[in-house]
């Protein structure tokens, strides 16, 4: 028995095209885009006054299997994402041990099988993400890797970032920067500035990442490599890429719902859950991503979600771990752009189709005869978003008890319901 999508209002961000259609799925593939289509013994799903969109694709998160079990596992972080209405997600390398190999990529990859989305392995830069020796790409790819990274470590050695750069010319596959000097960012816990000096907390200036995007991006117009900058947040660094974008094809670059939401004035209080790398910024920054998103400057928006343990999380904020969890809060926090000034359909092209480009995915778009990964979300529900809501095995947000607009309703992957929230449905 298929599944009949009728009344919904689609945004199909590839072919631009947006109204009112039905879809109907049949054995994991789109088999019909079109008005009134009849029904028959089809599972229907009416979307009447609802949103209907390619599944979100996140090139940033963090799943912690293997070695941090505790924390997230792939199972667990996928239950999380399609709460969310992710069908596709790409996990960083930063595990115990460091995804640097074949053997590791292949068990990310296996894993994701048996989840609720598509799982996609990042591979490190270099090995142990030391930054010394360059990882062995190819094997990698060859297990499925989809782009490489040291995210959480920054490629200080302009000789070895120089050189992972020259090899994506070969394999294709952007190398992921976590533009940091740490030189700079060394002993800091949040963003360098009044607050930080008021609270006596080691700070992180706004150079250490601005500094290190213009050397990244002046490799990427040495070597013609394709450079993909994580997690901006100054407004310095997005007018670097603007900047240099007019005459280099070959950057992207991404921001996280929380940059365009909070600022440093999160921490006050010591809050741990407000605790991010790179941290946040100034609410001039802020305002600034939100305008690089807008002019197409930043080409994605990512949830950087990095789960926890509440007894890591609450060893004083000194100690605490970077980072905080983003997959459940992550449309409402984009649709808050529309605010901004910013069309739903361009919100929609950032969080599918748009970061599919990016690392080269037949995925990100809805099409006759291609995968059904699909989301039908309501804009206008109002929830609170408590503990009970969270599907992470941690807890580590700073967004618990607000308020949010924006509610996932299905995410459908493969032609499968992976998600469906009853209370919000008729």
């Known amino acids: 028995m298929g599944i009949l999508i009728k009344n919904g209002y689609l945004i199909e961000p590839k072919t631009k095209k947006e109204d009112k259609f039905d879809i109907l799925i049949e054995d994991g593939l789109v088999k019909k885009i079109g008005k009134n289509i009849p029904t028959k013994n089809h599972k229907v799903i009416d979307c009447k006054n609802k949103i209907v969109c390619p599944g979100f694709i996140d090139i940033h998160c963090h799943l912690r299997e293997p070695g941090r079990e505790d924390e997230e596992t792939i199972y667990t972080g996928s239950l999380s994402a399609v709460s969310g209405g992710f069908t596709t997600i790409c996990c960083m390398p930063n595990t115990e041990p460091p995804l640097d190999n074949k053997v590791s990529i292949r068990f990310v990859y296996e894993k994701g099988k048996n989840s609720l989305c598509e799982v996609l392995p990042i591979g490190t830069i270099t090995k142990k993400r030391e930054g010394k020796e360059i990882a062995s790409y190819f094997e990698m790819i060859e297990e499925n890797a989809v782009a490489f990274s040291d995210d959480g470590n920054c490629i200080m050695d302009s000789n070895v970032m120089r050189r992972a750069l020259e090899y994506t010319l070969l394999h294709k596959k952007p190398i992921i920067s976590h533009s940091e000097d740490e030189n700079l960012s060394k002993n800091g816990v949040m963003n360098e500035g009044f607050i930080s000096t008021k609270l006596g907390l080691g700070g992180i200036p706004k150079e250490a990442e601005e500094i290190m995007v213009e050397r990244d991006i002046k490799l990427a117009k040495l070597t013609g490599g394709r450079l993909h900058l994580a997690h901006l947040t100054t407004e310095e660094a997005v007018e670097s890429v603007r900047r240099n974008k007019k005459q280099l094809k070959n950057i992207t670059c991404e921001v996280t719902t929380h940059h365009i939401t909070l600022t440093e004035e999160a921490v006050i209080g010591y809050n741990p859950n407000a605790k991010v790398s790179p941290p946040l910024r100034t609410e001039k920054d802020r305002i600034s991503l939100i305008e690089g998103l807008k002019d197409g400057t930043i080409d994605c928006i990512v949830t950087d979600h990095a789960p926890h343990s509440f007894e890591e999380k609450e060893s004083g904020f000194e100690n605490a771990p970077f980072g905080i969890i983003g997959f459940e809060t992550f ?15 361009d919100i929609i092209y950032k969080i599918t189709y748009a970061p599919a480009k990016i690392l080269n995915l037949d995925r990100g778009f809805i099409e006759e005869e291609k995968q059904a990964n699909i989301v039908i979300f309501d804009p206008d529900i109002e929830w609170i978003y408590t503990e009970k809501e969270i599907k992470s ?34």
């Open 331 to 345: 449309l409402p926090l984009c649709l808050k752009l529309v605010d901004y000034g910013m069309k739903l359909k």
């Open 393 to 426: 095995k941690s807890k580590n947000t700073p967004f618990l008890n607000w308020n949010l607009k924006g509610k996932i309703l299905y995410t459908i992957y493969n032609g499968k319901i992976v998600y469906k929230d009853e209370r919000f449905l008729k």
